[in-house]
Nanobody
Framework: QVQLVESGGGLVQAGGSLRLSCKASGRAFSIYTMNWVRQAPGKGLQWVSYIGTAGGVTLYADSVKGRFTISRDDAKNTLYLQMNSLKPEDTAVYYC??????????RGQGTQVTVSS
């Protein structure tokens, strides 16, 4: 079972940027397809973005398209989410997940992103 550890969250003002990281265990990261999902307070999990193997395909939810960029560094077993032009509605716990698009598990412990207005 792969272990996923997210980091990089924090408190930022609206319009600011953050870069999230997700470190995966094991040697097979390069063959995993990966996602970012998030959970806002009192709401369910929302899919945010997907990346295929070797970064060949990237997909985004409409709510983040043009502001967020997903990427991966297979040599470092790490997935990233660059978040620009952040909005208060982006406030959530962000998780990385392994699997096809919309996968919500397995995931790590999450990293909190809080955007103040």
């Amino acid at each position: 079972q792969v272990q996923l550890v997210e980091s990089g969250g924090g408190l930022v003002q609206a319009g600011g940027s953050l870069r999230l990281s997700c470190k995966a265990s094991g040697r097979a990261f390069s063959i995993y397809t990966m996602n970012w999902v998030r959970q806002a307070p009192g709401k369910g999990l929302q899919w945010v973005s997907y990346i295929g193997t070797a970064g060949g395909v990237t997909l985004y939810a409409d709510s983040v398209k043009g502001r967020f960029t997903i990427s991966r560094d297979d040599a470092k077993n790490t997935l990233y989410l660059q978040m620009n032009s952040l909005k208060p509605e982006d406030t959530a716990v962000y998780y990385c997940t392994k699997g096809p698009r919309y996968s919500t598990s397995p995931r790590g412990q999450g990293t909190q992103v809080t955007v103040s207005s």
